[in-house]
């Protein structure tokens, strides 16, 4: 069976730790093509399994939310990081150089 790209990048979003966030692109070089950030978005906006697929823990490469989050809005994104123990600023925005996940 071949592995699908939003298999793949499911795969990665899985592997988030709580209290940690990651970018589109990032996710994208993980998956493997540095060329799929836009592919990611769309693959989160489709997550079959939202309980499973933590895609509130992936943000722009400015920490910014995601003003159209497919799940409830920006707000409901804020409030799951910040039940993760994510600071999530006025301007709903994190912090990457605290937050920002190594990928490992």
């Known amino acids: 069976m071949t592995v699908t790209t939003f298999e793949k990048i499911y795969e990665v979003v899985r592997r988030i730790p709580r209290g940690k966030v990651a970018t589109y692109g990032q996710i994208a070089q993980l998956a493997g093509n540095s ?26 490469r400015f920490g910014g939310l995601a003003p159209a989050f497919a799940f409830g809005g920006i707000n409901v994104q804020a409030d799951m990081l910040r039940a993760d123990g994510i600071e999530v600023r006025a301007d709903n925005t994190v912090d990457l150089d605290e937050y920002l996940w190594d990928g490992l």
């Open 35 to 60: 060329k799929w950030a836009r592919a990611v978005g769309y693959a989160l906006h489709a997550n079959p399994d939202p309980d499973g697929i933590p895609c509130y823990r992936v943000v722009n």
